[in-house]
């Protein structure tokens, strides 16, 4: 699994726009001019419409772009086809990625208050007549996508929630998009298929309310563009986390929203790769998954538990001893589950300890938080 936050271009990508008309067609440039490119409409087979010196042109690229996004190109060539190089600025990427960072940290919670409010903002009785204009099937798609995303009792029957988390949330986006950019063929369809997931359809949805925007003055349309906008701001702060982490300390953190009965909670999932091999070996090597749970009811509660070729040692920890002896009737039947998966459970107990959660949780940051630069390594 490779995570790439949205400020970074995957390496494999050309970072070139090749203008369709000639030059004597163009406004007068230069090689090894400088100048500002804006993306005025984007398409899914590899074009884009960009403003250059106040004229539209069209121009082929493998880059993922957004619409609205201003890039500085450099003039690389003026015949036999005009090509513009994007210029790669480190230091302007490490600001984003910072900036990321200290969004996350300043409201760790968003990702889930954006769960539990999404599923009320997208709902098609909500929308009344916008969710036709915005599209019906894509209104659904995310509706379906945000209530899968929130851990239930029905999650239990999936073995894979985990993974298909991480898919339908859109931190493999970048990536992928990436990937369907190199291929020949079927170009349009893969790079449709890879925007299928809970970012892809906010950005789809976010450019066709700025379409709308440009001729109507609707107050719902705006707020609905502010609330997409910080929705998709909280994702990429997710995925910077999870890149800087994977690049840095071999491990991943995924924010889970848990559905109970009555009330809603909180996870947050630590994935720590011992060995930095192996990542990439199918989940065959030593691993770390630390929960850090936090519920209304039963209180906080950690999870510790170390996974080492299909071998399982699991301690959950509670600070009420009564939340310990409700807890405990449970682990049997959780055992026999993890059999039944292959595993082997050498340790699974719960004890009684006094900790504080959210120190726990800072501790895990403590080497993300205090970094002052971020290398740029895709």
């Known amino acids: 699994m490779k995570i790439l936050p949205s400020s970074i271009t995957p390496h494999k990508l050309n970072s070139l726009l090749q203008i369709q008309k000639k030059a004597e067609f163009l406004p007068p440039l230069s090689i090894g001019e400088v100048v500002e490119a804006k993306i005025m409409e984007k398409s899914h087979s590899g074009k884009a419409l960009i403003l250059l010196k106040n004229h539209k042109v069209m121009a082929d690229s493998e880059l993922v772009l957004r619409k609205g996004e201003k890039v500085a190109v450099r003039v690389a060539q003026l015949h036999p086809r005009v090509i513009l190089q994007i210029i790669q600025n480190k230091i302007s990427q490490n600001s984003r990625m910072m900036d990321s960072l200290r969004f996350y940290r300043s409201n760790p919670k968003a990702l889930f208050e954006f769960f539990i409010e999404g599923i009320d ?96 003055n609707l107050p719902a349309l705006e707020r609905l563009a502010g609330f997409i906008s910080s929705s998709l701001k909280i994702i990429d702060s997710h995925q910077v986390i999870n890149y800087m982490f994977q690049e840095y300390e071999g491990k991943y953190m995924f924010e889970i929203p848990l559905l109970f009965p009555e009330n809603m909670g909180l996870a947050e999932i630590f994935v720590k790769f011992r060995d930095q091999d192996s990542k990439g070996k199918d989940g065959q090597g030593k691993k770390r998954v630390l929960f850090l749970l936090d519920m209304d009811v039963l209180g906080d509660i950690v999870v510790d538990t170390k996974i080492e070729t299909k071998k399982i040692d699991c301690v959950l920890k509670c600070e009420d001893k009564n939340v310990c002896d409700f807890i405990r009737p449970f682990l049997g039947e959780l055992g026999e589950r993890l059999k039944a998966l292959g595993y082997g459970v050498e340790c699974l107990k719960c004890v009684t300890e006094n900790y504080n959660l959210k120190t726990k949780g800072e501790l895990e940051f403590q080497n993300l938080f205090t970094r002052e630069s971020v290398d740029i390594l895709a």
């Open 121 to 216: 903002r997208f709902n098609l009785k909500n929308l009344g007549e916008l969710a036709t204009y915005l599209g019906e099937k894509d209104i659904k798609n995310i509706q379906s996508i945000l209530k899968s995303l929130i851990f239930s009792k029905e999650s239990l029957k999936n073995p894979f929630f985990l993974r298909d988390y991480v898919y339908k949330l859109g931190y493999l986006m970048e990536k992928e998009l990436g990937e369907a950019l190199q291929k020949k063929s079927n170009r349009a369809m893969n790079v449709s298929n890879a925007s299928q997931n809970l970012k892809g359809l906010l950005l789809s949805i976010s450019d066709r309310l700025k379409s709308m925007l440009e001729t109507r």
